[in-house]
């Protein structure tokens, strides 16, 4: 049986900080159990979690309470599912009122308050089994392990010393493998990946700034950009920021 690792990134948006750390306190008990990695970000308005997104932050979870003090959750929810068909959404609300709503958000869970242990996980374990869809996720295999990485994890891919090197959030995994032939792969992610120099592929998500001649990394590492790849880079860098903008200007 394949030893699988998997990284998730869990946002929760919710007015009271009772059911955040409520909430905070069952995933800290789902990831002492091993086999995932959760980082978890906190917020308690929509306000904040969009600025995240524009900020080009992602998650693969969003625990999200229906009515925030400062916007309608669920109608934020269809707003982030017009640019991001892989989320998750946890809604949690006080009543059931509301439940049908969740069929415009899906896949989405409608959870009411106080939200019970057993059934957080219940549905926390059935969206970490999403996570195996290889259609939205990078697979390889490094140290007879098997990864499924969200592609909004990935950082950038390199060309190094005749080896593939995949830079993620977390870490950096060394393995044979042919830029040339990830380029192809990374197509199924929606055009996020911006070839700009032989030896580097980068993700959108995760890019600071740029320029003609570099490209500056959220982490902080400054990479090439040549020029045969600078104008292509340039129009399509922009073309996907204008699509991610002019869905998400409308939510707050």
């Not at 990284?7 to 929760?12: E, M, S």
């Not at 693969?60 to 998750?88: F, M, N, P």
């Not at 959404?89 to 989405?108: G, N, Q, Y």
């Amino acid at each position: 049986m394949e030893n699988r690792l998997r990284y998730i990134r869990l946002a929760i948006c919710d007015r009271e900080e009772e059911t955040m750390i409520r909430l905070e306190n069952f995933l800290e008990e789902r990831g002492a159990r091993g086999h995932v990695q959760i980082h978890i970000d906190t917020m308690k308005s929509g306000a904040q979690l969009v600025r995240k997104i524009m900020e080009q932050e992602s998650y693969d979870i969003i625990c999200l309470e229906s009515e925030l003090a400062d916007t309608d959750g669920i109608q934020l929810a269809k707003t982030i599912r017009e640019t991001d068909e892989e989320t998750v959404f946890l809604v949690l609300a006080a009543d059931e009122s509301r439940i049908k709503e969740i069929f415009d958000i899906m896949p989405a869970v409608y959870l009411k308050k106080p939200v019970e242990r057993q059934e957080f996980l219940h549905w926390l374990e059935r969206s970490i089994r999403r996570m195996t869809d290889e259609r939205k996720y990078y697979v390889f295999n490094f140290n007879r392990r098997t990864y499924h990485v969200p592609y909004r994890r990935i950082c950038y891919l390199e060309s190094r010393n005749h080896k593939l090197v995949i830079k993620t959030e977390l870490e950096e995994y060394s393995l044979y493998g042919k830029l040339d032939e990830e380029e192809e792969r990374l197509r199924a992610a929606g055009g996020m990946f911006f070839r700009i120099h032989k030896s580097y592929i980068v993700n959108y998500w995760h890019i600071h700034w740029l320029d003609g001649s570099a490209v500056e990394m959220v982490n902080g590492e400054t990479l090439p950009v040549s020029d045969a790849y600078r104008e292509r880079l340039r129009g399509e860098y922009w073309q996907y920021t204008e699509k991610i903008r002019q869905k998400l200007h409308r939510s707050i």
